[in-house]
């Protein structure tokens, strides 16, 4: 049954890569200005949150803050978002795991997840260095790394792993268009943010300086150019 839904879901999707969508102009506003308090306003993930995609509208449990993202064949998919993902309305508690499906669908990857932003936040310029979460970036600048970041993707302090297609460990390969990656992270009741690939773990940042609190507590996918989806989303407190 995978295997006949992902085929479907990545033949439309490869079809739809090749009309791609223009960018929002830097000059357009995130959010409308009665939005100006979302993220604040969310409820609290109380319970387990789960999502599946399978319906033709993002629905309102989403906020968008680009009109790149779409459902596509039962996954939820952007592409040319610059860094304007569509954040998940609900505040998330300290202790928490996100689990996500994250296929690439051409070459460049670039699967994108922020983690403990605020819920309403994204890019005001080409440079991403003004998050308000993690950022963790799969096949990042043309499948050449996996990074995960603290507030700027382009830090000192990130963490990052280069990819080559020649490496032995299967964390350093390149990401392969196509395919259907688990993505899992976890923050306990520590400080450390853990991040797993298909149950493997990929990279994990003790911060000694916590995001969280009020502007820390909302989940987003995103993207800057490349075409990708996502799909089968779970949220659980711990």
């Not at 789960?50 to 989403?62: I, L």
């Not at 990929?202 to 490349?226: E, I, M, V, Y």
């Amino acid at each position: 049954m995978w295997a006949s839904r992902y085929a479907e879901l990545f033949g439309a999707l490869a079809l739809a890569a090749c009309v791609p969508e223009g960018p929002p102009t830097p000059e357009e506003p995130a959010l409308p200005p009665e939005e100006a308090d979302a993220g604040e306003q969310d409820p609290p993930l109380a319970e387990p949150f789960r999502d599946d995609f399978e319906r033709v509208d993002v629905g309102p449990e989403w906020r968008a803050l680009a009109p790149v993202w779409g459902i596509e064949a039962g996954a939820l998919c952007g592409e040319g978002a610059r860094n304007r993902g569509i954040w998940l309305r609900r505040r998330l508690p300290h202790a928490v795991r996100v689990e996500v499906d994250a296929i690439a669908v051409s070459e460049e990857a670039d699967l994108k997840i922020e983690l403990f932003g605020d819920g309403r936040s994204g890019a005001t310029k080409a440079t991403y260095d003004d998050a308000t979460g993690y950022v963790a970036i799969f096949g990042g600048w043309r499948n050449s790394m996996h990074v995960l970041a603290r507030l700027d993707e382009h830090g000192s302090d990130r963490l990052a792993l280069e990819l080559s297609a020649t490496a032995e460990d299967p964390r350093a390969q390149p990401v392969r268009p196509g395919n259907r990656y688990r993505f899992k992270f976890e923050r306990k009741q520590g400080n450390i943010v853990s991040w797993f690939v298909d149950g493997r773990l990929l990279l994990q940042l003790d911060d000694k300086r916590p995001l969280t609190g009020a502007a820390h507590d909302h989940f987003a996918l995103n993207d800057w150019n490349a075409r990708v989806c996502f799909d089968n989303i779970e949220v659980t407190p711990l």
